[in-house]
């Protein structure tokens, strides 16, 4: 992921209202150790949140190529780390992406960027799976698209119910993923491949 220019300006009223939330907590924001924290804590929120300044489908685009073979392309298992929109909580975890080409194919590392894209967002992640496949149903032509996710949420872990061993799976698909179960089992043995 490239690394954002930060905005002094932007960066200095996010920290003041780090500076103030420490307050309300409890905290001394003077103390040596919280000195610099409400600064480190703005960049830090401004670069987990940049998909807010990027365009999907652009990204997308710039590599879709000719392609007249694959009855099915899988890329597996690309790692994300995302904000709960509920509780501003880390979720993080891995989506797996099936597409059947129809005449044309999308480089793969822009695949991993689109995923970025959305993820570095307020989030949650039922949305984010379906953005994910319905952005790329949009960006190519294709006969469908399916997308896996499974994700640890820190607001289940640390907060709340505090169950530690849990996790959420997702999927959503469209085109012959839709229409043919057959063809979304097949996929979802091959993610055990």
Request: glycine share 6%; with cysteine; aromatic share 8%.
């Amino acid at each position: 992921m490239m690394k954002i220019e930060h905005d002094e300006k932007l960066i200095a009223e996010i920290a003041g209202h780090y500076r103030e939330i420490l307050r309300l907590i409890g905290e001394d924001p003077e103390r040596e150790g919280l000195l610099k924290t409400p600064e480190r804590a703005a960049k830090a929120l401004v670069d987990i949140t940049q998909g807010y300044h990027q365009k999907p489908l652009e990204i997308a685009r710039k590599a879709i190529f000719e392609h007249a073979g694959s009855r099915i392309v899988i890329v597996k298992d690309i790692e994300f780390y995302s904000m709960c929109e509920h509780h501003i909580l880390p979720f993080f975890g891995k989506i797996t992406i099936g597409y059947i080409p129809k005449g044309k194919m999308i480089g793969l590392s822009k695949l991993a960027r689109i995923v970025e894209s959305f993820a570095r967002r307020l989030q949650v992640q039922e949305r984010l799976t379906a953005q994910v496949c319905s952005l790329l149903a949009e960006a190519m032509p294709t006969d469908g698209v399916i997308v896996a996710c499974n994700a640890e949420h820190l607001c289940m872990k640390m907060r709340g119910v505090e169950k530690q061993d849990s996790s959420t799976t997702t999927f959503d698909y469209c085109g012959r993923f839709e229409k043919e179960p057959a063809l979304r089992e097949e996929f979802i043995r091959l993610l055990n491949f």
